[in-house]
């Protein structure tokens, strides 16, 4: 069955690494998660035909939210971009998080219009595969 995108919520670790503690990102309008395989090309001269092997996944995770600052998840994200470290994420579906994931934050912008809504947009790396929840 299909599934609102509203019933899809991306948290973040305001806990502890051992403790970790999931807040959701305040105010989300969106959210995309890419995943993709590298191809890695095996052919050779004696063939037209290419031939390919499945290389490196990779996964990324865009987020649009309105601008809140008191937000503890959006202070979380800002501490993390600031300090260059890794943010433990996480999926949810109908309040039920499913899976998580180490990432990099890449970009963490900000926009500030006249006389309209203040938003952010966060661009995520993941590194390396997401974690089923209880897998």
Do not use: C, H
């Not at 092997?53 to 996964?59: A, I, K, T, V």
């Not at 998840?73 to 039920?96: H, K, P, S, T, W």
């Amino acid at each position: 069955m299909a599934m609102n995108g509203t019933d899809l919520l991306i948290l973040v670790n305001t806990g502890t690494p051992e403790v970790p503690a999931y807040s959701v990102v305040g105010s989300q309008r969106d959210a995309k998660l890419d995943e993709a395989t590298a191809t890695v090309d095996v052919s050779s001269k004696d063939s037209r035909a290419q031939r390919v092997l499945p290389g490196r996944y990779s996964s990324t995770l865009t987020l649009d939210a309105l601008y809140v600052p008191d937000d503890a998840a959006y202070q979380a994200l800002q501490n993390a971009n600031r300090d260059g470290e890794l943010i433990l994420v996480a999926r949810e579906e109908n309040e039920i998080v499913i899976e998580t994931a180490l990432a990099k934050i890449d970009t963490m912008s900000s926009s500030y219009p006249d006389q309209g809504e203040s938003t952010i947009s966060i661009t995520f790396t993941i590194d390396g595969f997401w974690t089923e929840v209880g897998s």
